[in-house]
């Protein structure tokens, strides 16, 4: 039975990929964070299971500011994998919060990447980086491995020197790393600070009468849109190939977040302009106007390709939203 550690399982993207790990065999780790309100809502289902919880599903106590506990924690569990997923994720946020987004995005990789050296688990642990495509910034779409970064915020330079520092264990140590610059990825699980996810829970709420009014940033922002699921069986398959490499995740399909309204609004047969407000304190103060990716390389090699369109997962988000609603 192989083993997995995952930080950032209780995240959208840990839940979905712990979920695709178990079906497949896996013993998997994870890493939460101390929290004084319970913030394992996503993981929930498998943790109520005793068939799975304590048997193939175990959680560990740790943060990528401590790297006392990542050395306990990979001494303890040896994975054969290791994914990291733990991040400061919002982009937005990470203006107000520069330190600490980079203490954890970029610091605290280059800590669980010593903590594999230090244990001696370069040889047999692969290990896996969620790079962004806001690593990308401000350079034309469509984005591929040679396309410059040009990050436009803490969180995309945070994660951009995680990027490299990944590429230079990989090559000094020998280590099976690999980075998965995966572009914008959805899903009903997204968190509700999201742009994605407020939209369609604002939708939801307006369609109920209980909300008449959703405040947004810039509107003309357009990003390549996927499903998490899609996107985690590309973390999965990377790690499971004969050399590490990076690797480009994305649909190839650009929206912008007018695109986005238009979809989850008009499955509500509501019309989005009668609400929606723009609202400046939304706006960054460097934004990225378009990114859409080339991911040739992954679907040649990993033989990946998503299988989620557009439309199906902005529906898939309202339905979601109207179901906790009812």
């Excluded at 959208?12 to 790990?21: A, K, P, R």
């Excluded at 497949?24 to 964070?33: C, D, E, L, N, Q």
């Excluded at 934004?287 to 299988?307: I, M, N």
Aim: aromatic content about 10%; hydrophobic content about 35%.
């Amino acid at each position: 039975m192989k083993k997995a550690l995952i930080t950032g399982i209780t995240g959208q993207d840990g839940s979905y990929l712990t979920e695709l790990l178990l079906e497949k065999g896996y013993m998997v780790h994870g890493i939460v964070r101390r929290s004084s309100s319970f913030n394992r809502g996503r993981i929930e289902h498998l943790i109520q299971n005793r068939d799975i919880y304590g048997e193939t599903l175990f959680l560990h106590y740790g943060d990528l500011a401590d790297s006392s506990a990542l050395n306990r924690i990979i001494e303890k569990t040896e994975p054969d994998e290791v994914y990291n997923l733990a991040a400061q994720s919002h982009v937005g946020i990470s203006f107000k919060v520069p330190e600490y987004t980079c203490d954890v995005d970029a610091i605290g990789v280059i800590r669980l990447l010593d903590a594999l050296r230090e244990t001696g688990m370069t040889a047999s642990s692969r290990f896996y980086q969620a790079s962004t495509s806001e690593q990308f910034g401000s350079s034309p779409p469509p984005q591929n491995l040679n396309t410059p970064f040009k990050p436009r915020s803490p969180y995309a330079a945070a994660k951009l020197c995680a990027h490299w520092m990944v590429v230079n264990y990989r090559e000094g140590y020998n280590m099976h790393a690999s980075n998965g610059i995966l572009f914008n990825h959805e899903s009903p699980r997204r968190g509700e600070n999201f742009v994605t996810r407020k939209i369609v829970r604002e939708a939801a709420r307006i369609k109920k009468g209980l909300s008449t009014e959703l405040c947004l940033g810039n509107l003309d922002a357009k990003r390549d849109w996927g499903h998490a699921r899609d996107f985690v069986r590309a973390m999965y398959l990377m790690l499971q190939q004969p050399a590490a490499d990076d690797y480009v995740i994305a649909t190839g399909e650009m929206y912008s977040v007018r695109d986005f309204l238009e979809e989850a609004f008009t499955y509500l047969q509501l019309d989005w302009q009668d609400f929606v407000v723009t609202d400046p304190r939304y706006f960054r103060p460097t934004e990225v106007d378009a990114l859409c990716g080339d991911s040739t390389k992954a679907r040649r090699v990993l033989g990946w390709k998503p299988e989620i369109n557009f439309a199906s997962l902005v529906r898939e988000m309202v339905d979601a939203e109207m179901a906790r609603l009812n």
